[in-house]
């Protein structure tokens, strides 16, 4: 009898678990680009269970890219993902269907790298020098912003095209006087460059549009609210606990992608908590959008992109599905 009510109980819990399966909803999540420190928070919640426990079944897919990213989103090819704010609002502009719905770098990725022994010392020694990278570059892009803010000619500079691969090279070459790249990488410039190194950050000279941010395709929000809720809330919770404990993030990051080295992959997640700390992040809640800043950062991208469409910017994001009491501390 013992041996029946036994084997009936893991029948049960057996047939409990597969409805709890096939109820989970599956969800695709691209990245903006591959997998790195930046990453890990969900990497961890995800292993953890905690999106499981939320109903999601959720795939992790690899990124080329905020463009990609934003456009597959914006087509429904995955129903959420993670891209540099400016640049989805420019898909946006041209017929993209997506909302952002949780800020991660509340402070702008952007800056700006030179040797000093190049005799540059700010930004305004930029004029009459080479600045290199890509030509679709979100910075080569706002660059008249830049300029206005630090009282330069837009055309005062000369663009060269460099892979996004070869920028450190060709700087370290003086092929290319100047070059631009995302703050999270920002060790490895220091690394390479050491007390030569030179930079100024976008936020610095008074242009910071809010960075890396959760997008969700529109029309499955519409759908799904609980699911991107759920979402959010678990993904905000994990950037919360990784920003007070990075260690055990770190360890599903790795676990999950082979070739990553811990070194510097806390180096990256340690600069990304700078760019999430910020006002809004410690008072407000974690990856929450300011009004204010939402419209500048559309007058911004209206100024400098091609928008094919010009749209609301108050119907492009939302505060909704954030739990106000999670905020940074880090």
Not at 26 to 49: E, T
Request: glycine letters at 10%; charged letters at 20%.
């Amino acid at each position: 009898m013992k041996i029946f009510k036994l084997t009936l109980a893991a029948i049960c819990a057996a047939v409990i678990l597969a409805g709890s399966a096939q109820a989970a909803e599956k969800v695709s999540f691209i990245l903006n680009w591959v997998a790195g420190g930046d990453h890990a928070p969900v990497y961890w919640a995800k292993s953890q269970g905690w999106y499981m426990d939320k109903g999601i079944d959720l795939t992790i897919e690899q990124g080329k890219g905020s463009t990609l990213s934003s456009q597959r989103v914006g087509i429904g090819k995955n129903q959420l993902g993670i891209a540099d704010l400016g640049t989805a609002l420019v898909n946006k502009g041209k017929g993209a269907d997506l909302v952002a719905v949780f800020n991660i770098y509340a402070n702008s990725p952007y800056g700006f790298y030179w040797k000093k022994s190049s005799g540059i010392k700010t930004i305004k020694d930029f004029a009459g020098k080479k600045i290199g990278n890509p030509p679709w570059d979100a910075a080569r892009q706002m660059w008249p912003a830049f300029a206005k803010a630090s009282g330069m000619a837009p055309d005062s500079v000369t663009w060269v095209n460099i892979k996004p691969n070869a920028k450190i090279a060709a700087l370290k070459s003086d092929a290319i006087a100047v070059t631009t790249s995302f703050y999270n990488i920002h060790f490895i410039f220091q690394k390479v460059f050491g007390d030569d190194m030179g930079f100024v950050a976008g936020r610095d000279i008074g242009v910071n549009p809010y960075g890396n941010s959760v997008i969700a395709n529109g029309k499955y929000l519409k759908a799904n609210p609980g699911v991107v809720k759920s979402f959010v809330q678990v993904t905000q919770k994990a950037y919360a606990a990784c920003a007070k404990n990075a260690d055990p993030c770190i360890d599903a990051l790795i676990a999950a992608n082979s070739g990553l080295k811990r070194g510097s992959s806390l180096a990256n997640w340690a600069l990304v908590k700078e760019l999430m700390d910020a006002p809004s992040s410690r008072n407000g809640a974690l990856g929450y959008f300011d009004p204010a800043r939402m419209a500048a950062d559309y007058k911004l991208i209206e100024a400098y992109f091609k928008l094919k469409a010009p749209f609301d910017i108050k119907k492009t994001y939302t505060n909704d599905f954030l739990d106000m009491s999670v905020k940074f501390s880090g």
